[in-house]
């Protein structure tokens, strides 16, 4: 693929856009530049390379420093490091001095730029996984794999040109670990997961407990780290619960279920330890969480690709409960669609919100972990019936949400214009919707290059309010294609101040006011209108979000992104959310020391400075997959009595 500079000399670059990338080199010859401007670095690297011997960065590689650089790489410059990173380099002439300075201090076989210890390196006293060293013939490999991801410059609102001085993000990443690791919960001495905050102001209620939800950005911030024990001990602990009876009142739930949470108690006098699971039992509303198998399913496959350890899958404990939530799902009903009907409150938003239905977040859930599951099934005995099951409905869920999900402007503008009443196979509104029932607000909402799946989609509905998290896992799971992912991207910079603001991001966009606030939430006071569920911005998807940009090549985003949430996240002390339109108010009802918060920003900031941990969570898109809509068979009769 040939990389297209023009797009360089459109503005001034970003300050990130002219930096090296120390550690992909060995030689301590290489340094870092900051300049004003992009042609004022052309210059500089040119009378550098010809009158010092220096090897600089062509202007392909610029943008390739462009996309992975974090702050630490960014901090050394050549002038003295004392001086603050604005005190550039201002003309070829102050370049060349420095330039000399270098040559003589070198001439003594010193080093007067070394590459500092990275951020993960100086958090914690425990070891670090890093990726491998680059080397210099690594470096071409590097700029084609940043070309193929697509252009780097350009394409987000310039950032604040420097970082505010008094933000440390080494010291940001320490804190965060630290805290982390108070939240850790002990089983009979083993780590099994960490609890939902650490805010001691307010009663405990349930955020003293582990959600299988809320431990998923924990646990991959351990296995980035190189530390797996506590996702291994957490999913077997998890599976023991799975296979315990289930009752709400007098009825018993689906042996597959898996625990929204479960907590710890510990008898200090008698030695013992008790675990207590909640199925939704205890939970507002009573609602069983859907999400916490399909869940469970990613983090075991994140767990084998991050570890290479194949034995814990491969356990017939781990086969049969990745079979008992798969028999839950693919079991034939009453259902005409290959999504899943779920009640409200069944997920992130475990609040009523008018999401009952089909909502986006459990149907992509659901396509992520049957591509999990795939990968991770032993093909032997009912393994092979099960491969078949999920094979048949894939296509059929492609398809569906591919099609009927998606919206774009000409899709809206077909929906604007659909008919009514049609009744046959050739119908074009093949749900009924009436036009009239789309909102003013997504006419002026959807720009013309991007998309989005909405919320849901029922007979004669169509929710079109934007969430975060089924879009985010959309493009990792690769549900959406490329060209759908590139439009999602698209939509989040083009309404950057509507979905990001000041704190990243909007778990949903816009929020529900007056009439439709009542109707829809039964009158929430906790979800009122820019707030919580409804409209608030929740820092946890700081990781989504970024996992989201590296695989569509925009890495830049995902650093705009980090750097505001550095900005407040520390000083107000990791809240759970932020109520406003742009986020800028800590949530009325907020946790303060909320767990997913501190684990989200880790785990963006990790995969910022090592985007090959992007392999433990993204899938590729599956050419296997062709669009036909087939009807997924029933269990066979032989799995009935035992996966049921």
Request: glycine share 6%; with cysteine.
């Given at each position: 693929?040939?990389?297209?500079?023009?797009?360089?000399?459109?503005?001034?670059?970003?300050?990130?856009?002219?930096?090296?990338?120390?550690?992909?080199?060995?030689?301590?010859?290489?340094?870092?530049?900051?300049?004003?401007?992009?042609r004022q670095i052309k210059e500089i690297h040119v009378h550098l390379s010809?009158?010092?011997?220096?090897?600089?960065?062509?202007?392909?590689?610029?943008?390739?420093?462009?996309?992975?650089?974090?702050?630490?790489?960014?901090?050394?410059?050549?002038?003295?490091?004392?001086?603050?990173?604005?005190?550039?380099?201002?003309?070829?002439?102050?370049?060349?001095?420095?330039?000399?300075?270098?040559?003589?201090?070198?001439?003594?076989?010193?080093?007067?730029?070394?590459?500092?210890?990275?951020?993960?390196?100086?958090?914690?006293?425990?070891?670090?996984?890093?990726?491998?060293?680059?080397?210099?013939?690594?470096?071409?490999?590097?700029?084609?794999?940043?070309?193929?991801?697509?252009?780097?410059?350009?394409?987000?609102?310039?950032?604040?040109?420097?970082?505010?001085?008094?933000?440390?993000?080494?010291?940001?990443?320490?804190?965060?670990?630290?805290?982390l690791r108070e939240t850790v919960v002990y089983y009979r001495g083993q780590?099994?997961?960490?609890?939902?905050?650490?805010?001691?102001?307010?009663?405990?209620?349930?955020?003293?407990?582990?959600?299988?939800?809320?431990?998923?950005?924990?646990?991959?911030?351990?296995?980035?780290?190189?530390?797996?024990?506590?996702?291994?001990?957490?999913?077997?602990?998890?599976?023991?619960?799975?296979?315990?009876?289930?009752r709400v009142d007098c009825f018993t739930l689906g042996q597959g279920v898996?625990?929204?949470?479960?907590?710890?108690?510990?008898?200090?006098?008698?030695?013992?330890?008790?675990?207590?699971?909640?199925?939704?039992?205890?939970?507002?509303?009573?609602?069983?969480?859907?999400?916490?198998?399909?869940?469970?399913?990613?983090?075991?496959?994140?767990?084998?690709?991050?570890?290479?350890?194949?034995?814990?899958?491969?356990?017939?404990?781990?086969?049969?409960?990745?079979?008992?939530?798969?028999?839950?799902?693919?079991?034939?009903?009453?259902?005409?669609?290959?999504?899943?009907?779920?009640?409200?409150?069944?997920?992130?938003?475990?609040?009523?919100?008018?999401?009952?239905?089909?909502?986006?977040?459990?149907?992509?859930?659901?396509?992520?972990?049957?591509?999990?599951?795939?990968?991770?099934?032993?093909?032997?005995?009912?393994?092979?019936?099960?491969?078949?099951?999920?094979?048949?409905?894939?296509?059929?869920?492609?398809?569906?949400?591919?099609?009927?999900?998606?919206?774009?402007?000409?899709?809206?503008?077909?929906?604007?214009?659909?008919?009514?009443?049609?009744?046959?196979?050739?119908?074009?509104?093949?749900?009924?919707?009436?036009?009239?029932?789309?909102?003013?607000?997504?006419?002026?909402?959807?720009?013309?290059?991007?998309?989005?799946?909405?919320?849901?989609?029922?007979?004669?509905?169509?929710?079109?309010?934007?969430?975060?998290?089924?879009?985010?896992?959309?493009?990792?799971?690769?549900?959406?294609?490329?060209?759908?992912?590139?439009?999602?991207?698209?939509?989040?910079?083009?309404?950057?101040?509507?979905?990001?603001?000041?704190?990243?991001?909007?778990?949903?966009?816009?929020?529900?006011?007056?009439?439709?606030?009542?109707?829809?939430?039964?009158?929430?006071?906790?979800?009122?209108?820019?707030?919580?569920?409804?409209?608030?911005?929740?820092?946890?998807?700081?990781?989504?979000?970024?996992?989201?940009?590296?695989?569509?090549?925009?890495?830049?985003?995902?650093?705009?992104?980090?750097?505001?949430?550095?900005?407040?996240?520390?000083?107000?002390?990791?809240?759970?959310?932020?109520?406003?339109?742009?986020?800028?108010?800590?949530?009325?009802?907020?946790?303060?020391?909320?767990?997913?918060?501190?684990?989200?920003?880790?785990?963006?900031?990790?995969?910022?400075?090592?985007?090959?941990?992007?392999?433990?969570?993204?899938?590729?898109?599956?050419?296997?997959?062709?669009?036909?809509?087939?009807?997924?068979?029933?269990?066979?009769?032989?799995?009935?009595?035992?996966?049921?």
């Amino acid at each position: 693929m040939e990389t297209n500079t023009s797009s360089c000399y459109h503005s001034p670059p970003p300050l990130s856009t002219i930096s090296f990338i120390l550690n992909f080199f060995p030689s301590p010859q290489v340094g870092i530049i900051h300049s004003p401007s992009y042609r004022q670095i052309k210059e500089i690297h040119v009378h550098l390379s010809s009158s010092s011997g220096i090897p600089f960065l062509t202007c392909d590689q610029f943008k390739v420093s462009a996309t992975c650089l974090s702050g630490r790489h960014q901090r050394a410059i050549l002038n003295d490091s004392s001086n603050p990173v604005n005190h550039m380099m201002a003309s070829t002439s102050q370049a060349k001095q420095t330039s000399d300075t270098r040559k003589a201090s070198q001439s003594d076989g010193k080093l007067t730029h070394q590459r500092k210890p990275s951020k993960s390196e100086a958090s914690h006293d425990g070891g670090c996984h890093h990726g491998p060293t680059r080397t210099l013939s690594d470096c071409s490999k590097l700029a084609d794999l940043l070309d193929a991801w697509g252009p780097t410059l350009g394409s987000v609102p310039a950032s604040p040109r420097f970082r505010d001085a008094t933000v440390d993000q080494s010291s940001i990443v320490r804190e965060a670990w630290q805290l982390l690791r108070e939240t850790v919960v002990y089983y009979r001495g083993q780590k099994v997961g960490t609890i939902a905050a650490l805010d001691s102001s307010s009663d405990a209620l349930n955020y003293d407990q582990v959600f299988i939800r809320d431990f998923v950005p924990s646990a991959l911030a351990f296995l980035m780290n190189g530390e797996p024990d506590i996702v291994k001990n957490f999913l077997l602990r998890t599976l023991h619960l799975q296979a315990t009876v289930k009752r709400v009142d007098c009825f018993t739930l689906g042996q597959g279920v898996m625990p929204a949470s479960f907590k710890v108690l510990q008898n200090p006098e008698r030695g013992v330890d008790t675990v207590v699971a909640d199925f939704g039992e205890a939970a507002i509303g009573r609602v069983a969480p859907v999400d916490s198998g399909f869940w469970w399913i990613i983090l075991l496959r994140a767990y084998t690709r991050a570890t290479g350890d194949h034995s814990l899958a491969h356990m017939p404990e781990c086969q049969t409960g990745i079979k008992l939530v798969l028999s839950l799902c693919l079991a034939e009903g009453f259902d005409t669609f290959p999504t899943l009907l779920c009640a409200d409150g069944c997920c992130m938003v475990d609040r009523r919100m008018g999401v009952y239905g089909y909502p986006i977040e459990i149907q992509v859930l659901f396509f992520m972990a049957l591509r999990c599951a795939l990968q991770l099934i032993h093909v032997e005995g009912d393994g092979k019936d099960f491969v078949k099951l999920i094979e048949r409905r894939l296509p059929a869920l492609t398809y569906h949400m591919r099609s009927y999900f998606w919206l774009d402007f000409q899709q809206l503008n077909t929906i604007y214009r659909f008919k009514t009443e049609e009744y046959s196979h050739t119908a074009v509104n093949k749900f009924n919707v009436i036009p009239e029932s789309i909102p003013d607000w997504v006419l002026d909402f959807l720009p013309t290059n991007g998309g989005y799946f909405i919320g849901n989609v029922s007979p004669a509905r169509m929710d079109f309010k934007w969430f975060a998290l089924g879009n985010c896992i959309a493009i990792l799971s690769s549900l959406a294609t490329q060209t759908q992912s590139k439009a999602i991207m698209d939509l989040i910079e083009e309404r950057w101040e509507d979905l990001v603001g000041e704190m990243p991001m909007k778990l949903a966009f816009p929020a529900m006011e007056t009439y439709e606030w009542k109707i829809e939430t039964g009158c929430d006071p906790k979800n009122t209108r820019w707030s919580y569920h409804n409209g608030g911005s929740w820092p946890v998807l700081l990781w989504v979000l970024t996992a989201a940009c590296i695989k569509t090549g925009r890495p830049q985003m995902a650093r705009k992104a980090l750097e505001l949430a550095e900005q407040r996240l520390p000083k107000d002390g990791w809240p759970e959310y932020y109520d406003g339109k742009d986020g800028r108010y800590i949530g009325k009802q907020s946790r303060k020391q909320q767990t997913w918060s501190i684990a989200g920003y880790l785990v963006a900031q990790m995969l910022l400075e090592d985007p090959s941990h992007l392999g433990i969570l993204s899938i590729e898109e599956d050419k296997i997959i062709k669009s036909t809509v087939t009807r997924a068979n029933t269990l066979p009769a032989r799995l009935h009595s035992a996966y049921r």
